[in-house]
């Protein structure tokens, strides 16, 4: 990715109250909607200095780097910012499954299948 | 869609503090991701009986129905739940763009665009 102004970026993307914004993450190649998870400004920052995603997990409560226990890393293509500025779309080609159920989505249900 | 226990898959959802939860709109036919925006239940039961998109607007505190003032429903062909339950995935045939700048999908702006 070029050079970008990053700090100034983080200063005017609209975070939530808890210092996060979802990121919707998708197959560059497929198009498939792979996850979304939460950034904070570090999480940001090391994804676009690294080309992998990381992300904040709310429920360890620190910065995760996507894949690095597993080896699922995701190779970053590009980032978009919605109109509004309070969510993330990275573009990614994964090394392998998205989801910790070995699915290669997340979405891997739908509500029919999830109201079984 | 079929019929669904859908106040039971409500209770079993992973709702946010505030009641909400994340829906990523997608293009069902260019697999486009064209906005995130809340759900609360009602949001969500309207949409599953209309076959149309409902929001709730965190802005406005309000239940939104998508296009009702600009026209630019969203049909809805599918709805997925992520593996921890606590994002919506829902793809859609949509009527004309998804943003109300006019862009066919709020991420219109790469993050070196925004940053300009």
Redesign the interface.
């Given at each position: 990715?070029?050079e970008?102004?990053?700090e100034?970026?983080i200063a005017?993307l609209q975070w939530s109250a808890e210092g996060l914004i979802?990121a919707?993450v998708?197959d560059a190649h497929?198009?498939?909607?792979l996850?979304?998870a939460w950034m904070n400004a570090e999480a940001l920052r090391r994804t676009?200095q690294t080309g992998e995603t990381y992300f904040w997990s709310r429920s360890r409560n620190e910065l995760w780097h996507k894949g690095a226990t597993s080896g699922n890393t995701q190779r970053v293509q590009?980032?978009?910012?919605?109109?509004?500025?309070d969510?993330?779309?990275v573009s990614v080609t994964p090394a392998g499954p998205a989801?910790?159920?070995g699915?290669v989505s997340?979405?891997?249900?739908?509500?029919?299948e999830?109201?079984e």
């Amino acid at each position: 990715m070029p050079e970008l102004d990053l700090e100034s970026i983080i200063a005017r993307l609209q975070w939530s109250a808890e210092g996060l914004i979802p990121a919707v993450v998708q197959d560059a190649h497929t198009q498939q909607v792979l996850m979304v998870a939460w950034m904070n400004a570090e999480a940001l920052r090391r994804t676009v200095q690294t080309g992998e995603t990381y992300f904040w997990s709310r429920s360890r409560n620190e910065l995760w780097h996507k894949g690095a226990t597993s080896g699922n890393t995701q190779r970053v293509q590009g980032i978009w910012v919605d109109c509004d500025a309070d969510v993330l779309l990275v573009s990614v080609t994964p090394a392998g499954p998205a989801c910790h159920t070995g699915a290669v989505s997340c979405f891997f249900r739908t509500l029919e299948e999830f109201g079984e």
